[in-house]
């Protein structure tokens, strides 16, 4: 196995897209370079602006090369896109932004094509957030592009291709609810030849596989090795979680915390998954099928704490856990476990001091995620990782809830660009990851948030029967 020691990331985020200079030796990201991710509201239909995207690359990568050196480039990208090359490696269409409504137009229509959940593992989403809808919409409304298509590749080896002029796809951009892909077997849907893409579609790489090696032009303009390796790269979500998938013994799952909180559960139990709930399964950088759930935790933070961030005092939460004061889902109900569900609260909110009000939405949120560990059958330890891994009440509730360990990362090895970084070293490789333990709680306060989890349990289940 070869060690770089400077490798250079390509990460492309749905908001703003990012150059990172990371040192492996050290795992930390040296020198950042940040853009924001445009989309262009132009004719054809809303699309990223691609090209923009690339001026900016290729001067990150000069300005790196010149200050650091770079031995290896890795890429990383937000799912849910895919891109469509002509006969000379341009784009036959621009990359539609999945917002776009557009599919949702040809819905009925590409329902009676694509295959099943328990085929794929993908949820029926909106707009195009299903890349299978994405590529039906767009062949039945771009006129010309089924006959300008050559390549089909995802997205973040679009990136790879310009670097290297290698057309590939890569399997957990291939496993994020895009229709094309059985993670069960591991191989493409029968969705391709429903779309007439069989031929077209690039054959699937691994995250870690070196595609090849820079470009001689793009060497030429940016001062970099003629034999500088690109390695294949990888999704996003899955770039954050491959860190732990090198460190950690199976089972455990990742519970991460932002706008979104997913749960990824590695070495889980098999159940039936419910796609109406929210799970799906993903494919890991390994290339195997991992259940996964998510709800909208930190939207639903946000609208109920507002700019307010009191933390509830200890006798906040005793009052709380002695009135049984409770929020029942869903704050958020477009997504997540209890879809088309309204929230309520079972005392008067207006009662609540600003602490107890905090204590309630912070046990709240623990107990829809404990929702979304059950339902993919979690087993091992929860490590919590983004905001919610600073709510001492949250990782309090999610330990006595799941009646699991919950880890905290304690090493430098996070985030997506550090997770493209570590594709460099091959299938093979291990990190000496050393997460810290959440500490356990005495047995009073573990006792009450025990049973507060089975009421809060029960009292869902009362509405969801009356509601049926």
């Given amino acids: 196995m070869t060690e770089y020691r400077h490798v250079a990331v390509i990460d492309i985020g749905k908001t703003n897209a990012k150059l990172a200079m990371v040192d492996m030796e050290a795992l930390a990201e040296i020198d950042v370079r940040t853009t924001p991710n445009t989309v262009l509201d132009t004719a054809p239909y809303p699309h990223f602006d691609t090209d923009r995207l690339w001026a900016f690359i290729l001067e990150g990568l000069a300005a790196f090369q010149a200050k650091h050196g770079i031995d290896a480039i890795s890429v990383t990208t937000h799912g849910a896109s895919i891109v469509l090359l002509d006969s ?23 329902d009676a094509i694509r295959p099943g959940f328990a085929e794929t593992g993908a949820p029926r989403l909106p707009m195009g957030l299903n890349v299978g809808a994405q590529l039906h919409w767009l062949l039945e409304t771009q006129p010309g592009l089924r006959r300008r298509v050559e390549k089909v590749i995802t997205y973040p080896q679009f990136w790879v291709a310009r670097l290297t002029g290698v057309a590939c796809t890569e399997v957990t951009s291939l496993g994020c609810h895009t229709d094309l892909w059985e993670p069960e077997t591991g191989r493409f849907s029968p969705l ?7 031929d077209k579609l690039a054959p699937a790489y691994l995250a870690t596989d070196k595609v090849g090696t820079l470009l001689p032009m793009l060497a030429r303009a940016t001062g970099l090795s003629v034999k500088t390796p690109v390695f294949c790269g990888i999704h996003d979500s ?8 090198l460190a950690l013994p199976s089972p455990f799952t990742v519970l991460s915390t932002g706008t979104w909180v ?6 889980a139990a098999k159940r039936p998954l419910d796609p109406d709930r929210d799970t799906l399964i993903n494919v890991n950088a390994l290339g195997q099928p991992v259940p996964s759930a998510r709800f909208m935790g930190g939207r639903e933070y946000a609208l109920l704490m507002g700019e307010d961030r009191t933390e509830p005092t200890e006798q906040d939460i005793w009052d ?6 409770m929020l029942l889902p869903a704050v ?19 009662v609540l001091t600003p602490g107890q009000r905090a204590a309630v939405v912070s046990l709240y ?3 829809m995620a404990e929702t979304c560990l059950s339902m993919i059958g979690a087993q091992g330890p929860t490590l919590t990782e983004g905001p919610f ?9 999610l330990a006595e809830a799941t009646g699991r360990p919950v880890l905290l990362p304690g090493g430098s090895a996070t985030g997506t660009s550090i997770g493209a970084a570590l594709l460099t070293r091959g299938a093979g490789a291990a990190l000496s990851e050393k997460p810290k333990t959440h500490p356990s709680l005495g047995i009073e306060r573990a006792h009450a948030l025990q049973t507060y989890a089975e009421n809060w349990r029960r009292a869902c289940n009362a509405r969801l029967a009356v509601t049926a």
Avoid: C
Wanted: negative net charge; hydrophobic residues 45%.
């Fill in 389 to 397: 891994a600073r709510n001492r009440l949250f990782l309090d509730m």
């Fill in 192 to 198: 391709a030849k429903q779309l007439g893409l069989a």
């Fill in 332 to 350: 958020v109900p477009e997504s997540g476990p209890f879809q088309g569900r309204k929230p309520a609260w079972t005392v008067e909110e207006a």
């Fill in 238 to 245: 899955n770039a954050s979680l491959y860190p732990h998938l």
């Fill in 262 to 267: 997913i749960a990824m559960a590695i070495g």
């Fill in 365 to 367: 949120l623990a107990m």
């Fill in 88 to 110: 000379y490696g341009g784009l036959a269409t621009p990359v539609l932004d999945y917002e776009h409504p557009g599919p949702d137009t040809l819905a009925a229509e590409y």
């Fill in 320 to 325: 709380v856990l002695a009135h049984q004061a």
